[in-house]
């Protein structure tokens, strides 16, 4: 079994920043690429930012510039640094992992539990 648990969402004003962690933890041969994705009231879920397992970076067009995405493979934990935060990046944002439990077995991806983000305006 594997778990993703985010931390760091919390109510912040227009401008400001947020650092979201997200660690997985359980049985872990390898992880793959990992991402986060955000959620609004009423809308679908979205991709915001993902690296793949060689680092490479992939970022939404309504958040490049503002945020970073990087992660500690020692630490199999992801982080997503946000900055000149706005209203519209309001939302739950999930973080989503893919693992190998076993040398040679499947991969699967998994998702964490969300933090709620709120940028007031």
């Known amino acids: 079994q594997v778990q993703l648990v985010e931390s760091g969402g919390d109510l912040v004003q227009a401008g400001g920043s947020l650092r979201l962690s997200c660690a997985a933890s359980?049985?872990?041969?390898?992880?793959?690429?990992m991402g986060w994705y955000r959620q609004a009231p009423g809308n679908e879920r979205e991709l915001v930012a993902t690296?793949?397992?060689?680092?490479?970076?992939n970022y939404a067009g309504s958040v490049k510039g503002r945020f970073t995405i990087s992660r500690d493979n020692a630490k199999n934990t992801v982080y997503l640094q946000m900055n000149s935060l706005k209203p519209e990046d309001t939302g739950v944002y999930y973080c989503n992992a893919g693992v190998q439990t076993a040398n040679g077995g499947p991969w699967k991806y998994y998702w964490g539990q969300g933090t709620q983000v709120t940028v007031s305006s």
């Open positions: 690296t793949s397992g060689s680092g490479i970076s």
């Open positions: 359980g049985s872990i041969f390898r992880i793959s690429g």
